[in-house]
């Protein structure tokens, strides 16, 4: 079982910035990605950000530019910089990560909330 962890969520003003944090109970040299969800109420969830072992780090389009996932794998944790706010990036946001043993893990979200 693996354990992840988020914290930094808040209530922001549109143009601010927050940085999530995902701590991992395990190593994250293990991973195969790693990466953030977020889920609007009434939408779907959609994957804002991962940083894959096989493949290019991926952003969702209307944050690009704004948002950078990186990891800390010292401290096996991995954080989402989020610059620029805007309301539309009001959500729970969920860390989730997929390990080569074949574990996969989802954090228990963290809600951010940007304020027009």
């Known amino acids: 079982q693996v354990q992840l962890v988020e914290s930094g969520g808040g209530l922001v003003q549109a143009g601010g910035s927050l940085r999530l944090s995902c701590a991992a109970s395990?190593?994250?040299?293990?991973?195969?990605?790693i990466g953030w969800y977020r889920q609007a109420p009434g939408k779907q969830r959609e994957l804002v950000a991962e940083?894959?072992?096989?493949?290019?780090?991926y952003y969702l389009d209307s944050v690009k530019g704004r948002f950078t996932v990186s990891i800390g794998h010292a401290v096996n944790t991995v954080y989402l910089q989020m610059n620029n706010l805007k309301p539309e990036d009001t959500a729970t946001y969920y860390c989730?990560?997929?390990?080569?043993?074949?574990?996969?893990?989802w954090g228990q979200g963290t809600q951010v909330t940007v304020s027009s």
């Open positions: 940083i894959s072992s096989r493949a290019p780090t």
């Open positions: 989730n990560a997929n390990f080569r043993d074949g574990l996969d893990s």
């Open positions: 395990r190593s994250t040299f293990s991973i195969n990605y």
